[in-house]
């Protein structure tokens, strides 16, 4: 979920229970005063009816005052607190359905208050009960116009922050898109906008400030891979052509010449493993830029064929089964991935053994017979894990799972008797 969504969410869930919170205080305090004035009025009735009574020393015969429902009850208690209470309130109205024109009753809210009064030495229970029928439409109308409120203001704050934050982001967007762009070997700096945010502007300055420090990184990264690819091959090609004249001598010893192949031999395995290195800090520094489009499967035709004699002097069956695929990749570091699949499943594989492969337009899969026993899956890719009877660098599956890396393939190993299969999901 986007910030700005999120933030909508929790703008509107907080409101939405702060608002309803309010309401509820809100309703609670109007229900208090209305009950608190209705008080007020009933405290009124009682004291009309008891100056009355006090005045004439008799019950009142019209006992209903104002609208007012008055009760007297005879009582032998001495003392009644005054008291103010809810009650159903009883209104009598006349029924048109009756034959005789009846009189109905419809119970309705209504508010109490009771207290206790001496007539001529007796005791009564005066109770004056009056209506809220009319209070309690003043706070429906209240209550309606407070959730109309509520709704209007809640509309009003998402639109709010729809239009609004979209713009106040717009600023953050840039930048991403500028970082999901960005080029390590592009010339051109990042293109930010102004803006008058100050966090937006620190951010662009830090943008800024780590994209140059990145770039001056690689651009000295690559100089010296460059540097140090060609000064160490130097000397390792004036060694090799050393060995060569020396291995040409006749006058060599058998003891000689047999130290000196294996001199041979172990710088061969030198100015591999440094082209090795090199390759792949070229890879994990993503220095090689030569992307093109071409097709999967004449790369493959290809290295069929320079391997054609190490697959027969093993006596090593190949089958193939290729679809056209394009993909858009360095074609060089392509071939060198092929390449060590090819080279692995040779290497690794049993005399008069079998390979397969396979490419569709979703996989790769090499398969190849060779030990009975899998491989460990999690090891198989590090640097330098190679088998004990490998004479390699233990560089090329790493190598190969680095370029795969490159462009988002997935590539793993799977074992089922008697095939190792190696497979790139494109």
Request: contains cysteine.
């Amino acid at each position: 979920m986007k910030l700005a969504s999120q933030y909508n969410k929790a703008t509107l869930i907080i409101t939405f229970l702060v608002l309803f919170i309010a309401g509820f205080i809100y309703y609670t305090t109007i229900n208090y005063i209305v009950n608190k004035q209705l008080d007020r009025d009933l405290t009124e009735e009682l004291d009309e009816i008891t100056d009355y009574i006090n005045l004439n020393q008799h019950l009142p015969k019209q006992l209903d005052f104002n609208g007012d429902q008055t009760t007297l009850t005879k009582t032998d208690q001495k003392l009644i607190e005054k008291s103010f209470y809810d009650i159903p309130y009883h209104v009598a109205q006349r029924d048109a359905d009756s034959e005789n024109g009846g009189i109905k009753y419809k119970i309705k809210p209504g508010r109490a208050v009771k207290a206790l009064i001496s007539v001529k030495g007796e005791n009564y229970i005066l109770t004056v009960a009056q209506s809220k029928e009319g209070s309690k439409h003043l706070t429906q109308l209240i209550i309606i116009i407070t959730l109309g409120l509520t709704v209007f203001l809640l509309g009003i704050l998402a639109i709010t922050n729809k239009y609004v934050l979209n713009g106040l982001w717009k600023p953050f967007y840039h930048i991403l898109q500028q970082l999901k762009s960005f080029n390590i070997a592009d010339t051109n700096g990042l293109n930010l906008s102004k803006t008058n945010i100050d966090e937006f502007k620190e951010l662009n300055d830090a943008v800024i400030i780590m994209s140059s420090r990145v770039k001056n990184d690689y651009q000295n990264l690559k100089t010296f891979t460059e540097n140090a690819s060609h000064e160490m091959l130097t000397p390792i090609a004036v060694i090799t052509s050393k060995l060569d004249t020396l291995i040409q001598d006749e006058k060599l010893k058998a003891e000689q010449f047999a130290q000196i192949t294996d001199i041979y031999a172990a710088t061969n395995k030198l100015s591999r493993l440094n082209q090795s290195l090199l390759l792949l800090v070229k890879i994990d520094n993503d220095l090689i830029q030569d992307n093109a489009t071409f097709n999967l499967k004449d790369v493959i035709l290809e290295k069929e064929r320079q391997f054609q004699e190490l697959t027969q002097n093993k006596g090593i069956e190949l089958i193939h089964l290729l679809e056209d695929k394009e993909i858009t990749a360095s074609r060089y570091l392509i071939e060198i991935l092929i390449n060590n699949l090819f080279n692995n499943s040779i290497k690794h594989n049993q005399t008069n053994g079998k390979i397969y492969i396979r490419l569709t337009h979703n996989k790769l899969i090499f398969q190849n017979t060779g030990e009975n026993d899998a491989l460990n899956n999690t090891e198989i890719f590090e640097r330098f894990k190679k088998g004990k009877s490998s004479d390699g660098t233990g560089l090329g599956l790493t190598i190969a799972k680095n370029i795969c890396s490159q462009y988002n393939y997935n590539l793993k190993y799977t074992f089922e008797a008697p095939f190792h299969t190696f497979k790139i999901a494109f």
